[in-house]
């Protein structure tokens, strides 16, 4: 059974780094595009960041979080990132690692992946 496990949440102030990390168990990631969403309070969960298969250089982020947002993976350790910076209040959110399961559809679009993790709180004060 597929496990992903998210880590690397917390509180913090405006301007403040954090790196989330998502851990793969069950199987290899390397062979499926990744995907960071996050799901604030009242909110629909939306879609942040999108890395590639092991080996091809592809990211995509939102508007949102572009040029402060860094996706990333390590193979050999079966997990993804999030390195996130200049973090701003408007960041607060469940955030969540997914594995895309087809690309049929958009890779912003959650019916595209079929498992998650059970999200890490971020949680940014101005």
């Known amino acids: 059974q597929v496990q992903l496990v998210e880590s690397g949440g917390g509180l913090v102030q405006a301007g403040a780094s954090l790196k989330l990390s998502c851990v793969v168990s069950g199987g290899t990631s390397s062979t499926y595009q990744m995907g960071w969403f996050r799901q604030a309070p009242g909110k629909e969960r939306e879609f942040v960041s999108l890395?590639?298969?092991?080996?091809?250089?592809?990211?995509y982020y939102a508007d949102s979080v572009k040029g402060r947002f860094t996706i990333s993976r390590d193979s050999a350790k079966n997990t993804v990132y999030l390195q996130m910076n200049s973090l701003k209040p408007e960041d607060t959110a469940v955030y969540y690692c997914?594995?895309?399961?087809?690309?049929?559809?958009?890779?912003?679009?959650?019916?595209?992946?079929?498992?998650w993790g059970q999200g890490t709180q971020v949680t940014v004060s101005a």
């Open positions: 890395i590639g298969r092991s080996g091809a250089a592809v990211t």
């Open positions: 997914a594995r895309q399961a087809s690309s049929v559809l958009a890779y912003s679009n959650r019916r595209s992946y079929d498992y």
